[in-house]
Structure formats: structure tokens, C-alpha cells
């Protein structure tokens, strides 16, 4: 399927904060579809812990660690709302109201 529209954020950790690395895509296909999709590993923390994902710091969703990796997705196919993200938008991985790691969307 085409994709029209696509953005992605490179997460990475903030400094002094740790280890751990990750992406997220906003991708808007040619069938109108849409989709969001985090996903990140090497997080120092243990199974379990859950983290949010925030975008521009309205939380999307919580995600309960294992093995230091986490995912979340929004696909309209499955008829989830997706958020739509625009270039410059801020996201967030944040445990214990501490970011944890932190990215800006760009056109990909």
C-alpha cells in the first residue's frame, strides 16, 4: 500500500538519564488508513513497570515493560482513533513522571 504521509521520531534518552533507544512512526496510507506505532528496548527498568508515551504532553497510552522493551500502536484498520503527528511534535517516554526517553517528529 502507498504511503502519502510519514513522520518518525528517534527517541533517545535525555542526558544523565541512562540507557535505551527507540522510534515512533505516523504513517497516512493511500486507502485513507492511518497508523502510530512506538516501540523502544534497552530502558534500565524492571518487567513490569509501566511507562506513558506522550506526544506534545497529552498521554496516548501506558505500556507495561519486559524485558527493558515496550510497544504501543494505533491502527485505524482496527478502528483505533490514530493521533496525528506533524513535524516539530515532542514524544515522550515517561516513568515516574520522569522522561525517560525523548524524541521530535520529522518527515521521513
Same mark, same amino acid.
Given at each position: 500500500?502507498?504511503?502519502? =504521509?510519514?513522520?518518525?521520531?528517534?527517541?533517545?534518552?535525555?542526558? &544523565?538519564?541512562?540507557?535505551?533507544?527507540?522510534?515512533?512512526?505516523?504513517?497516512?496510507?493511500?486507502?485513507?488508513?492511518?497508523?502510530?506505532?512506538?516501540? *523502544?528496548?534497552?530502558?534500565?527498568?524492571?518487567?513490569? %513497570?509501566?511507562? =506513558?508515551?506522550?506526544?506534545?504532553? %497529552?498521554? @496516548?497510552?501506558?505500556?507495561?515493560?519486559?524485558?527493558?522493551?515496550?510497544? @504501543?500502536? *494505533?491502527?485505524?484498520?482496527? &478502528?483505533?482513533?490514530?493521533?496525528?503527528?506533524?513535524?516539530?511534535?515532542?514524544?515522550?517516554?515517561?516513568?515516574?513522571?520522569?522522561?525517560? @526517553?525523548?524524541?521530535? *517528529? =520529522?518527515?521521513?
Amino acid at each position: 500500500m502507498r504511503i502519502l =504521509e510519514d513522520y518518525e521520531a528517534k527517541l533517545r534518552p535525555p542526558p &544523565g538519564v541512562g540507557a535505551g533507544r527507540g522510534k515512533v512512526e505516523w504513517e497516512r496510507y493511500g486507502d485513507g488508513s492511518e497508523v502510530f506505532y512506538a516501540r *523502544f528496548r534497552k530502558l534500565d527498568l524492571r518487567d513490569d %513497570a509501566v511507562v =506513558e508515551v506522550r506526544l506534545d504532553g %497529552a498521554v @496516548l497510552g501506558n505500556i507495561s515493560i519486559s524485558g527493558g522493551a515496550g510497544r @504501543l500502536k *494505533f491502527d485505524s484498520k482496527d &478502528g483505533r482513533e490514530v493521533p496525528k503527528a506533524v513535524t516539530g511534535q515532542v514524544v515522550e517516554v515517561v516513568y515516574r513522571d520522569m522522561v525517560v @526517553l525523548t524524541g521530535i *517528529f =520529522e518527515p521521513d
